[in-house]
């Protein structure tokens, strides 16, 4: 495997070079495969050796490359060595490449490239994700499907890697919009229609409160009244809010399940409420709490102490808002778990929060704040049903399922399916991360139903379809699997193709854990399903002699491996027909 042959270089420049091999693995990398273009497999960064001490600095780095390169002499595993720009390259003994790579795949190798040296350098712990976090008693919105996502990308990246983690889903379930919501319900409410279509019921019931509080000081003072009997635990403003929050649950889960997604902990800004008030007393204590002019209770921020910025945690009646119980949360989350990181999976509108909220943890002397982390996302746009603007993710996830069954219903090489629906369902959702994924996560994109649908081109359809035409052949050709294959045989530059496209997974799932970056894997994955389509083209399995058909069905198999390992890191569950 790809962790081996770096090994086996590092070790024969550690004897040129008389540095550990541990200096020298962190500047040698797979080289990226192009097309009708043959490349070295590996290369190594001088850059790289300079900056760690293993290479003097001075000079220049082109004539120290050569001179290098001439001091390394090929062998039977390594049969070329050549001077790149300030880089040297490597080419592996071909039979010795295929031999190494394509060996665990004798078994279906769910571990391929996570046994790597590579991935075993980062810091493994508990792993705390944050993601979700829907407001209890609105429909799931559209705008919290890139969240959802997103962490559960992290989350399952972070735990293939051998992190341990917890999964939490952190409703927003108190504040002022629970005063206004309380508010309403006694106004607008009605326990029948809250009975046949809960969320429908309550979203309707707080677009009309807010509309009407706009108008209304008397609707507005009774929403601030409610909300502080929930402060104070009055148990008919509790028993309201705890039958919001159960049904509420309830109903997400359902998008969940459709989505893939579990939660180990559904937590919530309700169970932070007398922490926060400690925080608050902590705040006091330390001497970092100020009031202002208007009686609320802030913390200076600015490095000058001019209050240019500052962070409030009270308003002026005494009550806290959402940032003290993030701080209490981030608190309490400590204590409970003892996780090495947290990251918190939210749009970027919130960046200036979550700055805020690590500064202030580190003003209370909790230097773990540095092992917290915002990751942001940008936004959606144009995400609409046919029936309009989406308001609620199962919507899109309806819409999503229905235009991918009819897609396949016009499409020629569709196969009989058991459940064409569910299919669908898990095709277009594919569709829906992808098109997430490709790009950097901050940016905004435009959404586009065409365009993510296509079964050509760069989209999730072309991940899955890829996929179940792997597992047609493999399961075709079933009577060719064997324990041993001749590698010789897989001399077509299409073969070495796909085998040196292999060699970078293990840096491709490094890469990912460092910026916590979809678009890594997704532009892997889609890469090797181009480089597949050409070999399936041009190396048939069917009618070939016998042990070429199964040395290119080896290939195969190592292909959909990888193919389905990454997939399922994304999210999405591969489909075998399509």
Partial sequence: MACLLRRTIAAKLSRTLQQPEELLLPALSAVPVFRKQQTPDFKLALSVLRLNGSLPTTGDIQLQTEDLTRQLKPDNVIEDISAGSGAINFTINRKFLIQKLLEPFGNSDATFGLNSELLNTLNRGTTLVEYSSPNIAKKFHAGHLRSTIIGNFIANLKQALGNKVIRMNYLGDWGMQFGLLGAGFTQFGSYSKLKDNPLQHLFEVYVQVN????????????????????????????????????????????????????FD????????????????????????????EKGTGVVDLS???DMSNVCTVLRSDGTTLYITRDIAAAIDRKDRYKFTEMIYVTDKSQANHFQQLFQVLSGLGHPWAESCRHVPFGLVKGMKTRTGEVV?????????????????????TTKELEDPEDTAEKVGLSALIVQDFKGPLHSDYSFDWDRILQAQGDTGVFLQYTHARLCSLLQKNEDLEAAHFDPSLLNEPSAISIVQHLLRYDEVLHQSSQDLQPKHLVNFLLKLCHLTASAHRE?????????????????????CSVLANGIKLLGITPVQKM
């Avoid at 359902?254 to 997604?261: A, D, F, N, P, S």
């Avoid at 899109?396 to 016009?410: C, F, K």
């Fill in 392 to 412: 609620f993710l199962e919507d899109v996830l309806d819409e999503a399922r229905t235009r991918m069954l009819h897609n396949m219903s016009q499409s020629k």
């Fill in 303 to 305: 490095i000058s102490g």
């Fill in 265 to 292: 902990v559904y937590s919530g800004e309700s169970l932070h409420q007398s922490q926060a008030q400690e925080v608050v007393e902590q705040l006091q204590s330390r001497g970092l709490l100020k009031t202002t």
């Fill in 211 to 262: 509309r009407e509080a706009e108008h209304n000081d008397n609707l507005r003072q009774e929403a601030r009244d409610f909300f502080r009997k929930l402060e104070e635990h009055d148990t008919e403003a509790m028993s309201l809010w705890q039958r919001f929050r159960d049904i509420t649950v309830e109903e997400y889960q359902h998008v969940y399940k459709r989505l893939g997604v579990y």
């Fill in 539 to 559: 190396l048939p399995v069917k009618g070939s002699p016998a042990e070429v058909a199964k040395a290119r069905r080896r290939l195969f198999k190592g292909s």
